[in-house]
C-alpha cells in the first residue's frame, strides 16, 4: 500500500467480534476504509456495511464468494467460528492479503503449523487477536516486570473466572460447546490466558501438565422433572440461576446480542418465541455438551520460571500474582472492584506500590480495553517494513498454542508433555 493512505479491511464473518473491531476502525477515518465483508446472515453484512459509512461497501453472502472477488483490500479480519480459521485464512495469504486473524489460529496442532509455514511463504503477515497483550492492564504488568522492579522472575500465577453465565452461554449451550465442533476449552477460551504467561515470561515454556473435567453441566445433575428447555416450564425455573428465560430479562445484554441478531429490539414475546427453538433456550443439564468447566495447568519455561493457570467455570475475571527475587506482583478484577486499584507491587523491602491503569478509549481496562489497543496499533503493524515482526504476530503465538494443546495432551492421556516433541 501507498504509505498515509488509509488501511482497508475486509472481513470473512461479520458477527460480533468483526462488528467490535470495525467500530473501532470506523473511528479513524484517516487510518481505515471498510471495503467488504462476508457472512451467510445477510443481517450482519448489513451492520458491516452501515459500520462503513462507505457507498462502495462490497456484500458477499460466504467465504467463499469473497476469495473468488479476488484481493479486495489490504487487510482481511478473520472472525468466523474457529474450525473455518485454518481455511479462511489460508485462502486469504494465497490472494496476497495480510490478516487479522481471531483466536485461535487453527483447531488443531498440524493446521497451525501449516498456517506459521503458508505465512512465511507467501510473506505476508498474519497478527492474531490476542487482545489482551494490548489491554492497558496487561501492559502495565509488562512494563512493570521489564523494570526490573521484581528482580528476576521466578513464578506467574493466573486465573480465569469465567463466569457461571458465560460458560452457560458459550460453552454449554453455545458454539464452543462440543469439543470436536470447535476446539478444546484451554483453546477456544484460554488461548488468551497461556498467551499472556507466556508473553509476560518473556520465554518459551519447556514442560506443561493438566488436569480438569466436566463435572456440574451434565445431565445427571439435572432437577428432578426438569423438561429439555426452559421454555417448557421447569419446575425449579424460578430458583434457577440458569434460566434460559432470563434472557428475556436482567441476561438479555450482552450475551443475547452476540447470538440473536435482532435482540436489542425484539419483545420479550419474540425471544421467548425464539429460545423454544434455539440452542440458547435449553436446560444446561441437558445439553450435549463436552467442555470442561474446570482446568488447571502446570508450566516450567526456560530458566526454571513456573507457572499455574487455573480455568474455572465458578468464578469471574482474570487475576495475576507474579512472584520475582524483589518482589510480588497482583491484581486483577477483585482488586478493581473492591480496593480501587488494577495492581499492588508489594516489593520484599520497602513499600506497598499501587497503579490504577486506563484503557486507551477511557473503556474498559482488561478485555474490551484490549479490542481498541488493537485496533489502534493495526496500521502501525501492518505498515512495518516487511520481515519486521508483529506485536501478536504468528513468530510468537505459535508457541502459546502449542502451550493449549500440550495442556490438552496432558490432561487427556494424564502425563507430563515435553514440548521439544511439539517441535
Known amino acids: 500500500m501507498v504509505s498515509g493512505k488509509p488501511l482497508t479491511l475486509a472481513c470473512i464473518g461479520c458477527g460480533a467480534r468483526a462488528q467490535t473491531y470495525t467500530q473501532l476502525a470506523a473511528r479513524r477515518p484517516d487510518r481505515f476504509q471498510i471495503v467488504a465483508g462476508a457472512d451467510p446472515v445477510s443481517d450482519r453484512v448489513e451492520k458491516i456495511r452501515r459500520i462503513s459509512s462507505n457507498p462502495d461497501f462490497r456484500g458477499f453472502s460466504s467465504a467463499e464468494a469473497i476469495l473468488a472477488a479476488g484481493k479486495l483490500a489490504d487487510v482481511m479480519i478473520i472472525a468466523t467460528q474457529d474450525n473455518f480459521h485454518y481455511g479462511h485464512c489460508q485462502g486469504a495469504l494465497r490472494l496476497g492479503y495480510d490478516v487479522l486473524l481471531e483466536k485461535p489460529i487453527a483447531t488443531r496442532l498440524e493446521q497451525v503449523r501449516e498456517i506459521e509455514r503458508l505465512t512465511q511463504e507467501v510473506n505476508r503477515r498474519v497478527m492474531v487477536c490476542f487482545v489482551l497483550r494490548f489491554a492497558a492492564f496487561y501492559r502495565k504488568v509488562k512494563e512493570i516486570i521489564d523494570s526490573g522492579a521484581l528482580g528476576e522472575l521466578v513464578s506467574i500465577q493466573a486465573n480465569e473466572g469465567v463466569d457461571p453465565w458465560h ?22 477460551k484460554c488461548c488468551h490466558d497461556t498467551d499472556i504467561i507466556h508473553w509476560l515470561a518473556g520465554r518459551r515454556c519447556t514442560r506443561v501438565a493438566s488436569f480438569g473435567s466436566l463435572e456440574c453441566f451434565r445431565s445427571e445433575r439435572a432437577p428432578v422433572n426438569a423438561p429439555a428447555r426452559c421454555t417448557d416450564g421447569c419446575p425449579v425455573g424460578e430458583q434457577c440461576s440458569y434460566n434460559a428465560l432470563r434472557y428475556t430479562n436482567d441476561m438479555r445484554f450482552p450475551w443475547l446480542s452476540m447470538v440473536y441478531d435482532r435482540a436489542q429490539e425484539a419483545s420479550v414475546e419474540e425471544i421467548t418465541a ?95 480495553g484490549g479490542d481498541a489497543g488493537l485496533v489502534n496499533i493495526l496500521y502501525d503493524e501492518m505498515t512495518k517494513p516487511p520481515g519486521a515482526p508483529l506485536e501478536a504476530g504468528i513468530e510468537s503465538t505459535v508457541h502459546s498454542h502449542l502451550i493449549g494443546f500440550a495442556a490438552e495432551e496432558a490432561r487427556l492421556n494424564r502425563r507430563v508433555v515435553d514440548l521439544s516433541e511439539w517441535h
Open 274 to 368: 425464539w429460545l423454544r427453538t434455539s440452542p440458547w433456550g435449553r436446560c444446561v443439564y441437558r445439553c450435549d455438551n463436552d467442555a470442561v468447566d474446570r482446568q488447571v495447568l502446570a508450566l516450567e519455561f526456560e530458566g526454571g520460571v513456573t507457572g499455574t493457570f487455573t480455568m474455572t467455570a465458578f468464578a469471574t475475571g482474570r487475576h495475576l500474582e507474579i512472584c520475582g527475587t524483589k518482589g510480588v506482583l497482583k491484581g486483577g478484577e477483585s482488586y478493581r472492584q473492591h480496593f480501587g486499584t488494577h495492581l499492588i507491587l508489594l516489593p520484599h523491602e520497602g513499600e506497598p506500590v499501587r497503579y490504577t491503569v486506563q484503557a486507551e478509549d477511557g473503556g474498559y481496562e482488561l478485555h474490551g
Open 167 to 188: 460458560q452457560a452461554h458459550s460453552f454449554v449451550r453455545g458454539h464452543w460447546s462440543v469439543v470436536s465442533q470447535s476446539s478444546p476449552m484451554i483453546l477456544s
